[in-house]
T-cell receptor, first 112, second 115 residues
Framework: NAGVTQTPKFQVLKTGQSMTLQCAQDMNHEYMSWYRQDPGMGLRLIHYSVGAGITDQGEVPNGYNVSRSTTEDFPLRLLSAAPSQTSVYFC???????????FGQGTRLTVV | KNQVEQSPQSLIILEGKNCTLQ??????????LRWYKQDTGRGPVSLTIMTFSENTKSNGRYTATLDADTKQSSLHITASQLSDSASYIC??????????????FGKGTHLIIQP
């Protein structure tokens, strides 16, 4: 049982490049979300989804896009990377938004 | 504004000692409160989840308490071990009263266990 799988674990991008962070879960969870974690800031919600075909913005959505074409996958796209997007990104999933959430291992992104 | 405040920000204790971490929240309406453990370089892992009607919940050496009237929770760690060194995050689920998805996160308590 893999749980929540994030790839890649580490990534270095140049300013202006685009990339997609992958997130997949094998627990048939309806709810999935993306967070970024910065020192002293705690976890901040970027985007979330309550089911396939449904996405919504979180607290810090600017510069990021998401889609949810299947229940299993919830990729996060950086359109034009900026140094301010240097952070650790976590994907999470749960049966519903108000049930226990399971987190992936994180993607450490550096934008130079 | 919905908030989750954790204290202390950081704590250092000797191996074998007990400690208590605090979480105060203003989220309303309230659905549940969760404690997560996050090891350095890893994703958060759930320790407990408590609803309005639950006052105490244990997970091994971890015991969480909830006072929904005063909107306070605590996480007590008994007989600490070196592996307890981590950040502990309190999260309150409050439906539309919380963050955009109904979850409000605390900034965490960084716990260091010294041998």
């Amino acid at each position: 049982n893999a749980g929540v799988t994030q790839t890649p674990k580490f990534q270095v991008l140049k300013t202006g490049q685009s990339m997609t962070l992958q997130c997949a879960q094998d627990m048939n969870h309806e709810y999935m979300s993306w967070y970024r974690q910065d020192p002293g800031m705690g976890l901040r919600l970027i985007h979330y989804s309550v089911g396939a075909g449904i996405t919504d913005q979180g607290e810090v959505p600017n510069g990021y896009n998401v889609s949810r074409s299947t229940t299993e996958d919830f990729p996060l796209r950086l359109l034009s990377a900026a140094p301010s997007q240097t952070s650790v990104y976590f994907c999470a999933s749960g049966m519903m938004v108000n049930t226990e959430a399971f987190f992936g291992q994180g993607t450490r992104l550096t934008v130079v | 504004k919905n908030q989750v405040e954790q204290s202390p920000q950081s704590l250092i204790i000797l191996e074998g000692k007990n400690c208590t971490l605090q979480c105060n929240y203003t989220v309303s309406p309230f659905s549940n409160l969760r404690w997560y453990k996050q090891d350095t370089g890893r994703g958060p892992v759930s320790l407990t989840i408590m609803t309005f009607s639950e006052n105490t919940k244990s997970n091994g050496r971890y015991t969480a308490t909830l006072d929904a009237d005063t909107k306070q929770s605590s996480l007590h760690i008994t007989a600490s071990q070196l592996s307890d060194s981590a950040s502990y995050i309190c999260v309150v689920s409050g439906g539309l009263g919380g963050g955009a998805d109904g979850l409000t996160f605390g900034k965490g308590t960084h716990l260091i266990i010294q041998p």
